[in-house]
């Protein structure tokens, strides 16, 4: 999975989708995932990037994070490839 090309990330967290016209906001977490996923890492790289440095549990972080994927998808901020997991 990869970031849509043309979706900015601001370091305050700001996400614009030029094509939509569209933005929106997310956490220091949030930030932290975007990035990773724009580093083309995999679920499973990421799951142990942000475990490794947050307090929370494996369950809850794979909630959130599919959660998380959820919203993007349904916006369109993500197009998917085969190279990642998840």
Sequence with gaps: MKLQ???AISEAGLLFNPVTGESFSVN???IEILNLIRD????????LAI???YST???????????FIG???HHNL??????TNA
């Design 51 to 53: 475990l490794d440095k």
């Design 57 to 67: 549990d494996k369950a809850t972080f794979e909630k959130d994070y599919t959660d």
């Design 71 to 73: 919203i993007l998808e």
């Design 28 to 30: 220091p977490i949030g």
């Design 40 to 47: 083309e890492k995999s679920q499973d790289q990421i799951s």
């Design 5 to 7: 090309k043309n979706v």
């Design 78 to 83: 993500l197009e998917r490839n085969e190279k």
